[in-house]
T-cell receptor, first 115, second 110 residues
């Protein structure tokens, strides 16, 4: 049981390049989330999904797109990377339905640098 | 507009003593409050939660207190251990979304 995994762990991009971050979970969770963490800023929600085929915007969605074609995967895309997108990206999943509080399980993070 | 605030960026506590981490919030409509712990190069892990209708929740060495009138919650760790050195995020939940504070780095001193 791997939990939540993220690919890749590190990446360096040039301004304008595109890339996709992959998140996979093997806990059969309905809900999945993408966050970014910047120094002194905590975790900020980019996009999230409440089920296969659904996506919704979070707090800082601009410059990112997401897709949830399969329940276990949640992809985060950067179409034209900018230096402001240099950050550590965390994926999380949660069971949500039938439980009280929203305990989220996080992946190890992807460190992205945009030059 | 910061809805969840952790005003202390860092805190140092002697091993064996009590660690108290504080958090303030602005929105009275939050359903749950949660604490997450994060080690370097790892993702955050859930620590403890409290419902908005409770005022205390205890789990082993960890206790969370909620003061609704002051819109304030605190995490108490007793006794503090070296492995508790980490960044602690306070978070508040409503409508399937969680809003995180900026975190407090806890250093446990030998």
């Amino acid at each position: 049981n791997a939990g939540v995994t993220q690919t890749p762990k590190f990446r360096v991009l040039k301004t304008g390049q595109s890339m996709t971050l992959l998140c996979a979970q093997d806990m059969n969770h309905e809900y999945m989330y993408w966050y970014r963490q910047d120094p002194g800023m905590g975790l900020r929600l980019i996009h999230y999904s409440v089920g296969e085929g659904t996506t919704a915007k979070g707090e800082v969605p601009d410059g990112y797109n997401v897709s949830r074609l399969k329940k276990q995967n949640f992809l985060l895309g950067l179409e034209s990377a900018a230096p402001s997108q240099t950050s550590v990206y965390f994926c999380a999943s949660s069971r949500r339905q039938g439980v009280s509080y929203n305990e989220q399980f996080f992946g190890p993070g992807t460190r992205l640098t945009v030059l | 507009d910061q809805q969840v605030k952790q005003n202390s960026p860092s805190l140092s506590v002697q091993e064996g003593r009590i660690s108290i981490l504080n958090c303030d919030y602005t929105n009275s409509m939050f359903d749950y409050f949660l604490w997450y712990k994060k080690y370097p190069a790892e993702g955050p892990t859930f620590l403890i939660s409290i419902s908005s209708i409770k005022d205390k929740n205890e789990d082993g060495r960890f206790t969370v207190f909620l003061n609704k009138s002051a819109k304030h919650l605190s995490l108490h760790i007793v006794p503090s251990q070296p492995g508790d050195s980490a960044v602690y995020f306070c978070a508040a939940e409503r409508d399937d979304k969680i809003i995180f504070g900026k975190g407090t780095r806890l250093h446990i001193l030998p």
